[in-house]
């Protein structure tokens, strides 16, 4: 008998262990990436990491679970994140919702799967909501534009089981079914063959659906192309822009059997989640047709608002305290278009297959001396920050994990100068730190001012703070922006002199290899993943680095650092010289094939003002003035190969480099004043 009574004693031991164990390792975790810190005393805040919508814990559900121990006053689940947050209305329930919930294994409802949650406290629910965003320019939804009967009618008229006939194209793709009818889409080119119609033209039962979108001025033209998708639960389609010298302006599709979340996203990597309803209408045009991706990501479930339980025309905003799971059902999709007989000429020649290689402005040249560099950089860095600070800014407030991991490990009291501090996002992470920061321009500088941060307008190349004054510095996504070698290390050289002996700095730049280890970063990831993101997508054109998927690279390759050393213009790397020659303009969200470029920086104008309704978006977003072309401002960029950057730092005398890294697309050193 005390032999079984020991035994059960070391199993609820070991199982305790094992909780604890996990319960730690959360926290490290939402620490590494989120920045969220785990306490050890009893608050009214949980912390639930493995209930998230990220993996499949619906808010109805996560709901029942919590309420059993209190009040609770605030429920947040951020989008695509394993992880939620409670808020109960005492301490006492949520130490009683603590005691009971860490370690217990749920089923998920909705999957049939298990899973344990693991509980901390945090000092108090906070999560920055996006700003509701308004449909892309041109874009419209129409709902209930055929009745259930109409519905059952078209869908009963595809006949998928059926050989495949001379009167239209069919074909089972990898994610999806697919029949075309009036002309094939070939995939292989993602172009139509006009001299080749198929037989038999679009189906009859198409023809008075049609008539009702001319009446209503949907479309200008009668469509004569129809390609029908049959989606399953899980599939999906990347994401892409119809191609342009294959249709006409206003492209028409039709939602049967179900809805979805379709994601659209512009160059400038905004992206809007629109929920198309049952039997609902999507019109795309000008702007929306010609320069937003849309594509359907591959799961089984979408994040909806749950208050709408999917049913609202419009965008799925990232409102935490709104939103759900909802499980997919077949969907099939009419999409109507009308083959294109002439070049487009439309005003996004970036991205138009017609006007491919047509350039509207000349291109700067590669400087050849300091002169010519710091031109460069006044014409292609300063002057436009100054101009895209109040939208560049709109897109930096995530803190990446390694600099607040970097910031908090700092001994208090420490004098921390942040140079290129942008709008200060780093400024008031730890506040046992006092830190400055320092900016070229003017107008983020302002932005660090109106929240009440520290900081001042000057040149990184010059930064009027004592020499030998600062315990730490950062320098985060800066020295990229200056155009020639010397004038890179004399950044570094810079930073270098703010530092006291011991004093630490850390340096993140934008790497030349976006596909490092057989790993592609999340810059690359972004053009074939349209998930819903909350947090920003680029270091001025770069990526947010998710500081737990990043390969570390603290030992370089001798013989390129070498090299490096010797003439830090980075000639060991495999990009392309652009000495005597224009710099080339990037395409963003493809790998670089030059180290000193142009990237294109989509400003947007204004967002969608306070009270005003869905409709009112709707029927202003195909106006004359939202189709305009959005202002494109090019800024210059050096991308770092590996090991230049570790290379320029060590050929200073008075520094000596502690670690570098590869963290999601970038290149990041951590130097120590010797």
Request: hydrophobic share 35%.
């Amino acid at each position: 008998m005390e032999v079984k009574t020991s035994k059960g004693h070391l199993k609820v031991h070991k199982m305790k262990k094992k909780v604890l164990r996990k319960q730690v390792r959360a926290q490290h975790t939402l620490m590494r990436h989120e920045g969220i810190e785990c306490i050890s005393h009893a608050t009214q805040s949980l912390v639930i990491a493995n209930a998230g919508l990220g993996n499949g814990m619906s808010r109805q559900q996560l709901l029942r679970i919590v309420e059993e121990y209190g009040l609770v006053e605030t429920l947040l689940m951020p989008p695509n994140k394993p992880y939620s947050f409670v808020k109960y209305g005492t301490t006492e329930e949520a130490k009683k919702a603590f005691d009971a919930l860490n370690g217990k294994e749920v089923t998920l409802e909705d999957f049939g799967q298990n899973i344990v949650l693991y509980i901390n406290f945090v000092e108090k629910v906070f999560w920055q909501n996006a700003v509701p965003t308004s449909l892309p320019p041109g874009l419209m939804v129409v709902e209930k534009i055929v009745s259930p009967e109409e519905e059952r009618r078209m869908l009963e008229s595809i006949d998928w089981i059926g050989d495949e006939d001379t009167q239209n194209a069919q074909k089972t793709l990898k994610h999806r079914r697919v029949k075309h009818f009036g002309y094939e889409f070939c995939y292989d080119n993602n172009n139509v063959n006009k001299d080749k119609p198929l037989p038999g033209g679009l189906p009859e039962i198409c023809d008075l659906f049609l008539e009702k979108c001319l009446k209503q001025a949907y479309i200008k033209h009668k469509p004569d192309q129809l390609t029908v998708n049959q989606y399953e639960p899980g599939q999906g389609i990347p994401p892409h822009i119809d191609t342009h010298s294959a249709f006409e302006d206003e492209i028409i599709s039709l939602s049967l059997g179900a809805e979805i979340v379709m994601d659209f996203k512009h160059p400038d990597g905004h992206t809007v989640a629109v929920m198309l309803p049952r039997c609902s209408l999507l019109v795309m045009a000008g702007e929306s047709r010609y320069l937003w991706t849309h594509g359907i990501t591959p799961r089984k479930y979408d994040i909806i608002q749950a208050s709408e339980l999917g049913q609202k025309v419009g965008t799925i905003t990232a409102d935490v305290g709104d939103l759900t799971l909802n499980r997919r059902e077949t969907r099939t999709s009419f999409t109507f278009r009308k083959v294109r007989r002439s070049p487009c000429n439309c005003i996004y020649p970036s991205v138009c297959d017609s006007q491919k290689g047509q350039q509207r402005q000349v291109q700067p040249s590669f400087p050849h001396n300091d002169m010519e560099a710091s031109k460069l950089e006044q014409e292609y860095v300063h002057k436009v920050y100054e101009e895209i600070a109040t939208h560049f800014s709109s897109t930096r407030h995530s803190p990446w994990p390694r600099i607040v991991e970097f910031l908090r490990s700092l001994p208090k009291g420490s004098i921390v100068a942040d140079v290129g501090c942008g709008n200060g996002k780093y400024l008031g992470i730890n506040e046992d730190l006092y830190m400055v920061g320092c900016d070229r321009s003017k107008s983020l500088v302002d932005i660090c001012g109106e929240k009440n941060f520290q900081a001042f307008v000057c040149d990184a190349l010059s930064v009027p703070i004592r020499s030998g004054s600062c315990d730490a510095c950062i320098s985060i996504a800066v020295i990229h922006h200056f155009s020639t070698a010397e004038r890179r290390l004399a950044t570094i050289s810079e930073l270098a002199r703010l530092l006291r002996p011991g004093g630490t700095a850390l340096i993140y730049v934008w790497a030349m290899e976006q596909e490092y280890k057989n790993q592609k970063s999340k810059y690359l990831k972004e053009k074939n993943d349209s998930k819903d993101k909350e947090e920003e997508v680029s270091i001025g054109g770069a990526q947010t680095p998710l500081s737990d998927q990043m390969p570390d690279s603290s030992s370089q390759d001798s013989a390129c650092s070498d090299r490096l050393l010797n003439d830090l213009n980075g000639e060991g790397c495999a990009a392309k010289s652009v000495a005597d020659s224009r710099l080339p303009v990037h395409t963003n969200r493809t790998s670089f094939h030059s180290q000193d470029l142009l990237v294109p920086w989509h400003l947007k104008g204004g967002t969608k003002k306070t009270g005003e309704s869905i409709d009112t978006v709707l029927s202003a977003a195909g106006s004359k003035e939202s189709q305009e072309l959005s202002p494109v401002f090019h800024r210059y960029y050096h991308v770092f190969c590996e090991g230049e950057l570790e290379a320029a730092c060590r050929s200073l005398d008075c520094v000596r480099v502690q670690k570098s890294y590869y963290d999601q697309g970038n290149w990041c050193v951590v130097l120590e004043k010797l």
